[in-house]
């Protein structure tokens, strides 16, 4: 009796997970876990145990910087409060930087983020996976961003 009632509990437990799995569609744990880094003359290229591979031009990655400094410079004239708006990215073309800026070095920061050191001497941007997820400028997950980068190019 008492073992075949441990056996439902467990069943139970994995069919759960399961399910949570299904239901937070975008943000599974898979989605937000690299597969690949790599790094390109003039993009980032992460490619997510999900399958979908994302790029991230170096300008954009610059301009996206998640560190206060930057996400401040982004919500100028705002109010603090949209910082953490579903849109918290604020305006990205704030941020000024040159056509042809390059990351001078790239860490990982354990296991849930990576670090960009760029040639303009800003450093203290950790990107943590998920927010790169987020932020994938793809057609696919951003329809309306490549236009917009088009236009400041
Ligand atoms: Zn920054
Ligand atoms: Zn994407």
């Not at 004239?77 to 930087?97: A, E, N, R, Y």
């Not at 303009?120 to 932020?135: K, M, S």
Request: aromatic share 12%; charged share 25%; proline share 7%.
């Amino acid at each position: 009796m008492v073992l075949s009632f441990v056996f439902k509990l467990t069943n139970f437990g994995i069919f759960k997970g399961f399910q949570f799995c299904v239901t937070m569609g975008k943000m599974t744990k898979l989605s937000i876990s690299p597969k690949i880094l790599k790094k390109h003359e003039n993009a980032f290229q992460v490619e997510w145990k999900d399958g979908h591979a994302s790029w991230y031009p170096y300008r954009y990655l610059r301009q996206m910087c998640p560190c206060a400094e930057c996400a401040i410079i982004r919500h100028e004239g705002k109010d603090v409060h949209s910082l953490f708006s579903p849109q918290g990215d604020g305006d990205i073309s704030l941020i000024d930087v040159s056509e042809d800026i390059q990351p001078i070095d790239i860490q990982l920061v354990g296991r849930y983020a990576v670090q960009f050191s760029w040639d303009d001497g800003h450093n203290t941007g950790i990107y943590p996976f998920e927010v790169l997820r987020e932020t994938c400028p793809c057609p696919e997950c951003m329809p309306l961003q490549p236009d917009e980068l088009e236009d400041t190019n």
